[in-house]
């Protein structure tokens, strides 16, 4: 802008000098071969002041930017002639979007009144056959130098690119790659913006340069063009899984600074240097670019199955393991630290735990892991600690089993398995802990730790084989063990009620008939006292008084006597004058025999008490 | 007369050959169990199937098939036979054990449906004792409470007469309740269709016809009840209720 004031403020000056007469060309040039996608510039040139300058219609080819006018004019002073000349020129930026043969219709300007028409250009656009590598899409590439010289420049769409470069395109699952973004250029660049960088899907990376890093620049030559070339981010990448694996493309923002030819030479050293100075003269746009880079093909090879040990984690590299334990003689509740150190080049990070048993009872933690870790250029190496921390919460002896860790050495092109000595701790009882006390307290006692689950063993004896389908429940068996004793219980009780039903009829015939009986043998009694047989009577006697008791009362003759004879009585609710008169008789009847008198008054007497007795309980039965 | 002697003849034949068998097949148990303490399962499971395909059953062998299978890694068939060995002898409590594991071990997991508490106590009771178990106690109370009756009927004793009463009439009742309990046991075996899915991954169908309407998928190792049977097709129905159609070769009953 500030260009274009001072190219005003000049032809200002210099318009009352622009006398001469002179022949006024205007004539357009260009390229007469573009490929697609070229941009080019269309440049007007007029020999003279103009104005009121109609661009062409063009057809067929984009037009990025223009008419862009700059100005240059020369005073000349030969011999005390002033001569001056000065030349006007009109950009245009193009860019052809087809093939073909497009004409690019004449332009007009007037000058002094007068209108001039350019010649018009014939332009054949053709296919785009050299396509690079680095796909520079740039579409502003503004470094053409306008002015009355500048005839047939382009722009080059080579001018700045970044190429991705992998230092191994088929490594192993796990084996660190470099993967280097470069930047070349044959134009000042300024402000390198990364806008995108590849997620590295698959990878496991790590940026081996600073972000702050300065760039290092070399210059190299490429098809006999010095390019200052950089590298803009170096990467170590560690391939997780095996296959074709494609690493985006990078892009980035930069800004080129581009020279433009925009000096006002009035041929004055003074008014050189004054418009040259930096001030006036920012002869360089910046045009900003975004660039992208290659996409990567990396082709994974799978680490080989053969040996592949069981605690295989996926390291890769070379390693050494040390493992260390601070102590082997301690009290319980006390810490005891396992240090084990990885150290080697490879991807050490992603070793993130170790295969590692600790006895039961302790009581352990999460190990931590301290990585000391130096990426470079070349790849990563360092070593990763991890310390585990335990407290043994019971005396005892304790192994701790040697610690393992595998990783492919990628040199031997073999699995390598390391392994660290076994550890043997002896713990003895704290002495802070009274440990009768406490096992009595109940507070030492631990749940049963389950550490793992399975089926219970097979039956081995006891196995009752039976036909299949067999079943006791329903069976016939079954039924003939429910039916028979149902059966014999039955039988029982229809025996049981016959059997009492004849038992009670004979008590009430024995009854019925006791007074019968006891007459009889009292009639039995009084034969034997009239043939004077004594004994016999007394014996008749006494059969028929406790006979009469024993049927009538239902008492078995063995168990009867004058005491049993006195509580039946009772029970049946007899007089006990009757009762005691009954016993008396019974006495009497046991004494007469032996008693002094005259035996048959005796006899006489006897056998009416016993006729009165058994009447009366007759009656007092009845 | 004739033909009772020799029926009698030929049973006590049977029997004995019925005995000598049983022998052999003890053998080959005590074969599979020596085969299994080795760790060669297969020839464990070869050996005890060979004592089922004679004809035989017990609990233990069941269990001990299924213990087999657990360890071949084939779930289904373990389920298969622990839910066997468990129809046998429902209150077996290793049975049950190892029959949890191998249902953590397949994919589906299906909430069953919550029982009536009643009916959970009632099965809870019946599975207690086997149904054979179950018949003995019944058959022991039963005369147990015949003799009581007998010391009612008998004994002059009054305390005694009072006792046989009540004794009586409670231990009549208890036989007649675990009669009940064997009954329901025995039914419940007999009456109830179950199954196993063999097969890997299996789409229930809404109706039994390959084409029909995909309802759920279910998996190697689940119990399904069997519901109806239409042309090579079951209905079933799995623990959480849902009803479905299965082609009748991607289940083996229990």
């Avoid at chain 1, 006891?518 to 034969?527: F, H, M, S, V, Y």
């Avoid at chain 2, 036989?175 to 109830?192: D, E, H, K, Q």
């Amino acid at each position: 802008m500030l260009n274009r004031i001072f190219i005003s403020l000049v032809t200002l000056l210099i318009g009352t000098a622009n006398l001469f007469a002179q022949d006024v060309q205007f004539t357009a040039q260009s390229k007469a071969v573009a490929a697609v996608g070229e941009t080019f510039t269309l440049i007007y040139t007029l020999n003279a002041q103009g104005g009121n300058f109609r661009g062409p219609n063009i057809q067929g080819i984009d037009m990025l930017s223009g008419p862009n006018t700059s100005t240059s004019s020369s005073i000349r002073m030969v011999n005390g002639s002033t001569s001056m000349s000065i030349t006007y020129t009109y950009t245009y930026l193009l860019q052809a979007t087809r093939e073909g043969t497009f004409t690019i219709p004449a332009a007009t300007v007037s000058v002094n009144g007068k209108q001039y028409s350019s010649n018009s250009l014939s332009i054949k656009v053709i296919k785009n056959s050299g396509s690079s590598g680095a796909q520079n899409q740039g579409t502003a590439n503004q470094n053409h130098g306008t002015g009355s010289s500048g005839a047939g420049v382009t722009g080059n769409s080579n001018d700045v690119y970044v190429k991705a470069f992998a230092s191994n395109s088929s490594p192993l699952q796990g084996e660190g790659i470099v993967i280097t973004y470069k930047i070349f250029t044959k134009v000042p660049i300024a402000q390198i913006n990364i806008s995108k960088l590849s997620s590295f899907s698959g990878f496991w990376s790590q940026n081996l340069m600073k972000e702050n890093d300065k760039l290092q620049q070399t210059t190299q030559v490429i098809d006999g063009e010095q390019y200052v070339v950089a590298d803009i981010r170096k990467i170590a990448l560690f391939p997780l899984k095996s296959g074709r694996l494609v690493i985006d493309p990078l892009e980035l923002a930069c800004v080129a600074q581009v020279r433009r030819q925009t000096k006002t030479r009035t041929g004055d050293p003074f008014f050189d240097d004054f418009f040259n100075d930096s001030f006036f003269n920012s002869g360089v746009a910046n045009v900003e670019k975004t660039l992208k880079s290659n996409p990567v093909i990396i082709s994974v090879r799978p680490l080989p199955e053969e040996g592949k040990p069981a605690d295989f984690s996926g390291a890769v590299g070379n390693f050494t393991l040390h493992a260390e334990i601070d102590k082997t003689r301690l009290k319980t509740n006390e810490a005891v630290t396992l240090k084990c150190t990885i150290s080697g080049r490879g991807n050490i990070q992603l070793i993130d735990k170790l295969n590692l048993t600790f006895p039961p009872d302790f009581e352990t933690y999460d190990p931590k892991v301290i990585s000391d870790v130096q990426t470079t250029a070349s790849g990563i190496s360092g070593n990763q600690v991890f310390e585990y921390l335990m407290i043994p919460r019971k005396p005892g002896k304790f192994t701790i089993k040697p610690v393992t860790f595998s990783y492919f050495d990628l040199e031997k092109k073999r699995y390598i398995s390391l392994s660290s000595p076994e550890f043997s701790l002896e713990v003895e009882k704290g002495a802070g802990e009274p440990g009768a006390v406490m096992t009595y307290s109940g507070a030492n006692k631990e749940e049963i730790k389950y550490i793992g689950s399975d089926i219970r063993h097979i039956k081995v004896d006891g196995i009752n084989l039976k036909i299949a389908g067999s079943r006791f429940f329903a069976s016939i068996g079954f039924w003939l063990l429910l039916v028979i004793p149902l059966l014999f219980f039955l039988l029982f009780l229809v025996l049981w009620r016959k059997l009492a039903a004849r038992r009670s009829d004979t008590v009430l015939m024995k009854n019925l008939r006791a007074t019968k009986i006891a007459r009889k043998r009292l009639q039995k009694a009084e034969e034997f006292q009239k043939s004077g047989r004594q004994d016999d009577f007394y014996i008749a006697i006494s059969q028929s008084l406790w006979g009469y008791l024993s049927d009538k009362f239902s008492i078995p003759l063995a168990e009867l006597s004058v005491e049993s004879v006195h509580e039946a009585l009772i029970l049946k609710n007899v007089n006990e004058t009757i009762i005691s008169q009954f016993i008396e008789t019974l006495s009497n009847t046991e004494f007469a025999r032996f008693a002094p008198g005259e035996k048959t008054v005796n006899m006489e007497r006897i056998y009416n008490e016993a006729l009165e007795i058994i009447s009366k309980m007759e009656r007092e039965l009845r | 007369m004739k033909t009772m002697k020799s029926y009698i003849f030929s049973l006590l034949l049977f029997l004995a050959t019925l005995t000598m068998y049983a022998t052999v097949q003890r053998d080959n148990i005590v074969k599979g169990n020596k085969a299994y303490s080795a760790g060669s399962y297969s020839m464990a499971v070869e050996q005890y199937k060979k004592v089922v395909g004679a004809g035989y059953e017990s609990p233990e062998l069941y269990y001990n098939i299924g213990n087999s299978y657990f360890k071949l890694n084939d779930y289904a068939n373990a389920i298969l036979w622990y839910e066997r060995a468990k129809r046998i002898d429902p209150g077996n409590e290793d049975v049950d054990f190892n029959l949890n594991v191998a249902n953590t071990k397949i994919s589906d997991k299906i909430e069953p449906l919550p029982e009536l508490f009643y009916k959970r106590w009632f099965n809870a009771v019946i599975q207690l004792f086997s149904v054979d178990s179950w018949a003995t106690i019944s058959i022991i109370m039963f005369i147990t409470g015949l003799l009581c009756g007998v010391l009612y009927l008998a004994s002059r004793v009054l305390i005694l007469r009072k006792l046989g009463f009540w004794f009586g009439l409670g231990i009549l009742f208890i036989a007649g309740l675990t009669m009940v309990f064997a009954w329901s046991g025995y039914s419940f075996t007999r009456n109830t269709n179950e199954a196993i899915v063999f097969a890997p991954t299996i789409t229930v169908k809404s109706s039994p016809d390959e084409k029909s309407t995909d309802l759920f998928v279910i998996h190697e190792g689940t119990k399904v009840r069997l519901l109806d049977n239409i042309s090579g097709w079951y209905e079933i129905r799995i623990a959480n209720g849902s009803v479905g159609w299965l082609p009748a070769t991607s289940l083996e009953k229990i």
